[in-house]
């Protein structure tokens, strides 16, 4: 969780938006600078249809892709055998047997990382 709230602290939004607090051209600056890129998309349900709620979408380049690379990734596994198994529930409409984890909503420990990241916005 280190290493994510570190991305986070870094990310700088991937366009431009008045509530950012800043003028377009400071915006500008920190994109040309930042190694971390964020922005909200829409999810999606199982058949790919978008949701109302966002999931966030993490850019990460320089100095921070070798670190991700070298030093955050704990564990990498296949898992295509599961993910086939799971498109075939999705293929026969059988939700009931698809295997999801479990989510909650992000909100973290740091009042102003939660506000930098409108996690606290209804």
Known sequence: MDAFKNYLKNAV?????????????????QVKESSVRL??????????NKLERRAIQIGLRNQFIKSFAQEDIILIE?????????????????LDNLTIPEEKPLLLDDFDLNRKLRLNEN
């Not at 800043?22 to 915006?27: Q, V």
């Not at 922005?39 to 790919?48: A, E, L, S, T």
């Open 13 to 29: 939004y991937s366009s431009y938006n008045e509530r950012l607090e800043l003028s377009r051209e400071e915006w500008q600056n």
């Open 39 to 48: 922005q909200w998309d829409p999810d999606h349900d199982p058949f790919g």
């Open 78 to 94: 296949n898992i295509s055998d599961f993910v086939k198994e799971q498109h075939q529930f999705v293929l026969n409409d059988d």
